[in-house]
């Protein structure tokens, strides 16, 4: 390289190199149009002692030629040689398995190929240099995005630290002039100034007093006028509930090798699902002393067999299979659609399914719904934050067959265990082992439905209140699917229908239609915030009794819901009465308007009613608030549905303004009116004594209870970054402890009255 540089030095201005030729050479800038794999002109390297000179004379001699030459014929263009596709294979070959041959090397390849030695050197040298010249520009890229995401970033944490404000005054965080270490000197003055008050209070009360930040959490206001004997031990601040979002597993879609797979699995999947619903003894035992059906689990290893080989079952899984059977006033077509669609799903189960949605479409399926497979994500809650949610992914098949010369559908459910490990694990684990339904048309618009609930779920301990009930395979189990959905049709047909007489003022069809359709969103809202679902966290309220009450807030700000900071609270009581009993006594506006502590001293009117199901119990009721006189509080409605079935009832109700209804009578879209629902739900429960005995309270036998589990709601504030006070916590823990005794004590008269009416009856 040195020998060319004095080459071109020597010839002085002889030589003059034009801005075209300087500009279009092949050596460029990598990251914008460098052509890979080109080959590149041959360097002339610096010849033997007296070439330079010989070549000096000859540019001296042949420079009045080549003038001559250019008047009567144009410059020929210097002719490139260019490898062959052979050449350069073989040579492409050599720099795969060693990038830096030595010259014996060389010399075999340019005898092999027919090239120069020096030919081959400088190709190395050129592919060496494309080599580094593609790295460079492919870590370029790489650099540029992750430039370009730290920027990102940081931009959003400048927004994010500009919105922060103080909790407890509602300004910036950090006050202007207020250094870290400074508020890090005083909170070390505050704690120690803390320790010596605490030591004092421990002489006068006897015991030790923590003081450690829990004692009284910073986001709590200290109000010295609530009732000292609340709140003595230490507790933590409710914590604030964000906008539910949805598990982060982007990465959750299934390839085109993956979708094969499960569509095999579907397959196998709807024959077990098909074979559990018509297959009895001996793969369903039926238990003497309770009467249901009991999957015997050897039976169902031994009949299926599982392509993928899922993990063996262990101590820490325990298993739940039920099934059960119903007629349901709703045809077929109606019921796989209203499956396929997460939406539909989710308002269909409004107590069962807290959140649903579509993640992947498989498979569109032939003519309609027959065929599709799709992948989802749902919640499962029990109406309670002391039962945590179960969350899972799945794979849900629908398919049309014959069965036995019958049309049915099959709609199952089954795991993603054994092909897919990409998945966040919930807590605790929840695994859906194929489960769904089979569906038979019947006359008038009947379907008959199989249903078969099987799952593993990791062993948990469970608060005792609710533990019999889970382990039943009461709270998940087939027999409540099928009850929630019996339910649920019979109210879809109500709305649907044209020639059922209401009650009251409701003007038109339309009317009723969006007035139901307003009840379901305070159905549905109410199922919501009282469980534990959408990672809702709920404290313990340690006054209580039975550990049983817990509270949360949570920022609102969306329409549908009065915007603020919501205070929730949740309690669970076991009540010695038939379930019934306790739907009875609340449902009734008139009985439950003697309970002060709901009726705050008002009598409730009702001036609409709509009929929603077979039961009575099952209906709509808007109810007038009649205030006394001489109160200045204003007049409001109160919007109420009832509804029962075999596995629970419910009771909720919601104060609303009466423009707002005028606005839901006038055929306006109700969807924005706010609602803030309060409720009961009512369990039935079986008395679970050890020897098999029958307690006795007021004097007669009982051999069933229930589960009342009630739910308040206030909005605490209409700002929703403002703090809870600790008296605002303490009188909503007094009124539902209240709420409950009053109850319990309304239901211990009712028993007392009916037993006296029996007893008189049968002197006379």
């Not at 030919?119 to 540029?144: C, G, H, P, Y």
């Not at 993990?311 to 077509?333: G, H, L, P, Y």
């Not at 209203?338 to 399914?353: I, R």
């Not at 069965?403 to 265990?417: G, K, R, S």
Request: net charge negative; glycine share 6%; charged share 20%.
């Amino acid at each position: 390289m040195y020998g060319d540089c004095e080459a071109i030095s020597s010839m002085g201005g002889n030589l003059v190199v034009s801005s075209e030729t300087l500009f279009t050479s092949t050596f460029q800038n990598p990251n914008f149009s460098y052509l890979p794999l080109e080959p590149l002109p041959p360097m002339i390297p610096k010849e033997e002692n007296g070439s330079l000179l010989r070549g000096k004379e000859e540019m001296k001699s042949g420079s009045e030629s080549e003038l001559q030459e250019t008047t009567e014929q144009p410059l020929k263009k210097k002719r490139y040689h260019r490898h062959t596709a052979h050449q350069i294979q073989e040579l492409e070959a050599v720099f795969k398995e060693c990038p830096h041959p030595d010259d014996k090397q060389r010399m075999k390849l340019s005898q092999e190929l027919g090239l120069k030695p020096r030919q081959v050197k400088f190709w190395f040298q050129n592919r060496r240099t494309q080599m580094k010249a593609q790295q460079d520009r492919s870590e370029n890229v790489i650099l540029r995005a992750e430039n370009d995401s730290l920027k990102s970033e940081f931009y959003r944490l400048q927004a994010e630290l500009s919105k922060l404000v103080c909790p407890n005054c509602g300004g910036p965080p950090v006050p202007g002039g207020v250094s870290f270490d400074e508020l890090r000197i005083e909170n070390a003055r505050l704690g120690e100034e803390l320790e010596r008050v605490c030591a004092i209070a421990s002489r006068y009360i006897g015991r030790p007093i923590q003081t450690m930040g829990a004692l009284m959490p910073p986001s709590l206001e200290l109000d010295m006028n609530i009732n000292p004997r609340q709140f003595l031990e230490p507790m933590p601040p409710p914590i604030l509930s964000e906008t539910p979002s949805y598990p982060d597993n982007n990465n959750l879609i299934l390839m085109e090798e993956e979708k094969t797979i499960a569509m095999e699995l579907a397959m196998s999947a709807t024959d077990e699902l098909v074979k559990m619903c018509r297959t009895n003894e001996p793969l369903w035992v039926r238990n003497n002393e309770t009467g249901k059906e009991v999957l015997n689990l050897d039976e169902h290893s031994r009949m299926f067999h599982w392509p993928l080989n899922l993990k063996q079952r262990s101590s820490e899984f325990r298993t739940e299979a039920s099934r059960d059977s119903s007629v349901v006033i709703m045809n077929s077509i109606t019921l796989v659609d209203a499956f396929v669609d997460a939406n539909k799903w989710m308002e269909l189960f409004p107590s069962l399914v807290a959140r649903a949605k579509c993640v992947q479409v498989i498979s569109q399926g032939v003519s309609g719904t027959n065929g599709c497979l799709q992948l989802m994500y749902a919640e499962l809650h029990v109406l309670s934050p002391l039962v945590p949610t179960r969350e899972a992914y799945f794979l849900r098949y629908c398919q049309q067959q014959n069965v036995e010369d019958e049309t049915h559908w099959a709609i199952v459910d089954f795991p993603l265990d054994g092909f897919h490990n990409s998945l966040q694990t919930s807590f605790p684990l929840y695994k859906r082992r194929p489960s769904g339904c089979l569906i038979q048309d019947m006359p008038n618009g009947y379907s008959r439905v199989t249903w078969v609930e099987h799952a593993e779920i990791e062993e948990k301990p469970i608060h005792q209140i609710f533990s019999h009930f889970v382990h039943s395979g009461m709270a998940f189990g087939a027999n409540r699917w099928l009850a929630v959905l019996e339910r649920q049709c019979e109210r879809i047909a109500s709305l649907m229908a044209t020639n059922i007489p209401d009650i009251g003022v409701i003007p038109s069809p339309e009317a009723r239609k969006n007035l139901m359709r307003l009840s379901q969103r305070m159905i549905r809202t109410f199922c919501v915030n009282i469980s534990s679902c959408s990672g809702q966290v709920w404290t313990a309220v340690p006054d209580s009794s039975d550990d049983t009450v817990r509270i949360t807030t949570r920022k609102v700000s969306e329409a549908g819901q009065p915007n603020g900071l919501i205070l929730c609270a949740v309690s669970t009581t076991w009540l010695p009465y038939p379930h019934h009993h306790v739907f009875d006594l609340l449902r009734d506006e008139r009985r439950r308007a003697q309970l002060e502590v709901l009726s705050n001293g008002n009598a409730l009117h009702e001036v609409a009613h709509i009929a929603n199901g077979s039961h009575p119990g099952n209906c709509i009721s808007l109810l007038r608030i009649n205030v006394s006189s001489n109160s200045s509080q204003h007049v409001d409605l109160m919007l109420q549905e009832s509804c029962t079935n075999k596995s629970g009832s419910l009771i909720v109700y919601s104060t609303v303004e009466v423009d707002s209804v005028q606005l839901a009578m006038s055929g306006e879209d109700p969807s924005c009116i706010p609602l803030l629902p309060l409720g009961f739900f009512i369990t039935p429960m079986e008395l679970m004594n050890d020897g098999g005995c029958k307690d006795e309270a007021n004097g007669h036998n009982i051999t069933t209870g229930s589960l009342l589990t009630v739910g308040l709601q206030v909005l605490a504030s209409t700002i929703p970054s403002s703090k809870i006070n600790l008296s605002s916590i303490a009188a909503i823990n007094n009124h539902l402890c209240t709420t409950v005794q009053q109850i319990s004590s309304a239901l211990s008269s009712n028993c007392i009255g009916s037993c006296n009416e029996g007893d008189n009856g049968k002197e006379k």
